[in-house]
């Protein structure tokens, strides 16, 4: 609900803001929806925004592989830990667009040297999180399937997982938002499709209405990851610490 | 430097350590146990009895094989199954109770996990989450878990502290119970001399740090025939031989 006036409150402004300029700067509302619904349907904003989405997850999901496996063996082994630590400050660093123009020098303007770049630039930031929650594992936990004899499954699906669950959850929270941002530079330097290429060409154009036209659906698009994956996730994950309301619920 | 292995036959539980010792980052390594000798025959209640921070935790831990840094030989009963009772009820928090029990004993069966739940009173508390559970309640989910792995050693670290007296004599009733039903190898660790001759056949009096055995006391069974002066005596008994520990280094006596 209040999501909702705070939304409107924001179209308003913009609203405002349009009368106060030249349109060609600030398109208003109502001509930018307009154009939307035009690139929708040529098919146009489809296949783009796809096109991007699946980049992406592309990204996310080879980011948060890695980085999960390299955070939690940093997490727990010592040796590796102080191996890895210089790498890991360096790539932390690194700056998103000196990854971005060596990935594309290196390995051409393709498909694999666009992903490869924003997974590297994620990368850093999934073994920080994952590290500190593998660092946080419970000892007395381990004592006791020590001593029960848990198997190594058992270990990792019922110790390990759960306990790493929020480190998880909140670089997933924090990684699909720099990912997508990072997506849509990438394709703006170096890819002939998706919704940053599309913002570069509105950008030549001088199109402000195109360039909306773009950056509000996929910043939609986000928003509803964001709230009906990514959330009820979360939550679905931190459920025991809720145990007594969700009895409740089932009666 | 160490030895853990499985005995055959009907000798049971039998630990000698020459040194235990904690080594902290600077200074000398500081002694937990030392020259610490017992022996429990199979199918009995052994219970180790002495003052707080002597090192009973430790002395179940390395029984536990969870740590290994220490001089001695441990001999487990045979096949070395064990169950735990930790003395903080350590059950995992994001499963509910019965889950808890399901995943330490993957073999038990359904039957006889719900037959243990009812004998413990926790049928109704089976899909509780451990959060929900009071200190007592997540004592006997500890207990359960540890039993539902048929145990051929059970180890139980200061089961009944912390509750207060109606519940500790609740648990200390059940705990008898369930050991003698059984006839389970069973170790309780205790500061708690009545509880100790409560449950046990035997008992182990710890001096305080480093820890050794002072004296060994078998309580006369059957426990029911035990009457109140004899358990008066056994009392003091262990509580002289537990002052003269305290005074300074003694011979073990029997
Ligand atoms: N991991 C450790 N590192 C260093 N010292 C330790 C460690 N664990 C225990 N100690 C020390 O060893 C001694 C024995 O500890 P332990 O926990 O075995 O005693 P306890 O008899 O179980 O005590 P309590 O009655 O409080 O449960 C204590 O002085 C304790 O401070
Ligand atoms: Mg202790």
């Known amino acids: ?251 | 430097m160490n030895d853990t292995s499985r005995a055959g036959g009907a000798a049971s539980l039998d630990v000698s350590i020459a040194s235990k010792d904690y080594h902290s980052a600077r200074g000398s390594p500081r002694r937990a146990l030392e020259d610490l000798r017992l022996t429990l025959p199979a199918g009995q209640a052994g219970a180790v009895v002495g003052p707080s921070g002597c090192g009973k935790t430790t002395l179940l831990r390395l029984i536990a094989g969870l740590d290994k840094d220490y001089v001695g030989t441990i001999v487990l009963p045979e096949h070395g199954r064990l169950g735990m009772v930790f003395q903080e009820p350590r059950l995992l928090p994001w499963r509910s109770v019965i889950d808890n029990i399901r995943i330490a004993a993957p073999h038990a069966r359904e039957d006889d996990i719900a037959a243990l739940l009812d004998e413990l009173g926790l049928a109704e508390h089976a899909s509780h989450f451990p959060r929900e559970l009071s200190l007592g309640l997540a004592r006997r989910v500890a207990l359960a878990r540890a039993l539902a792995v048929k145990p051929d050693l059970l180890l139980l670290d200061e089961p009944l502290v912390s509750l207060d007296a109606a519940l500790a004599k609740d648990l200390r009733e059940m705990i008898a119970r369930l050991i003698d039903e059984r006839r389970i190898t069973t170790l309780i660790v205790t500061h708690d001399l009545a509880e100790a001759i409560a449950l046990a056949d035997r008992i182990f009096l710890l001096s305080p740090r480093p820890a050794r055995v002072v004296a060994t006391l078998d309580v006369p069974t059957p426990r029911r025939a035990l009457e109140r002066e004899m358990a008066e005596k056994l009392e003091t008994q262990a509580r002289d031989a537990l002052a003269v520990a305290r005074a300074g280094p003694q011979q073990e006596k029997h």
Do not use: C
Request: cysteine-free.
């Open chain 1, 1 to 251: 609900m209040i999501r909702l006036v705070s939304l409107t409150a924001l179209l308003l402004l913009w609203q405002f803001g349009a009368w106060l300029s030249d349109p060609r700067r600030l398109p208003g509302p109502a001509a930018v929806f307009e154009k939307v619904y035009e690139e929708a349907l040529s098919g146009a904003l489809f296949s783009n925004l796809a096109i991007t989405l699946a980049r992406v997850i592309a990204a996310f999901a080879l980011a948060m592989s890695f980085g999960a496996a390299i955070g939690y063996v940093m997490g727990r082994n010592k040796l590796a830990d102080r191996l890895l630590d210089p790498w890991l400050v360096t790539l932390l660093n690194l700056p998103a667009l000196v990854v971005i123009v060596l990935a594309y020098v290196w390995a051409g303007l393709t498909e694999v040297a666009a992903i490869g770049a924003v997974a590297l630039n994620k990368l850093p930031n999934a073994i920080v999180v994952v590290r500190e929650g593998a660092r946080a594992l419970d000892p007395h936990l381990e004592d006791m399937a020590h001593v029960f004899r848990f198997s190594p499954t058992a270990r990792f699906k019922h110790l390990v997982l759960p306990q790493l669950a929020p480190y998880l959850a909140a670089a997933t929270r924090s990684g699909l938002s720099l990912v997508w941002k990072i997506v849509l530079v990438v394709e703006l330097l170096g890819r002939s499709n998706g919704v940053g290429f599309e913002i570069n060409m509105a950008f030549q154009l001088f199109d402000m209405k195109l360039l909306l036209a773009y950056a509000l659906p996929f910043v939609a698009l986000m928003l509803g990851v964001e709230t009906f994956l990514v959330q009820p996730l979360e939550r679905h994950v931190s459920r025991w610490r809720r145990g007594v309301s969700r009895r409740l619920d089932r009666v």
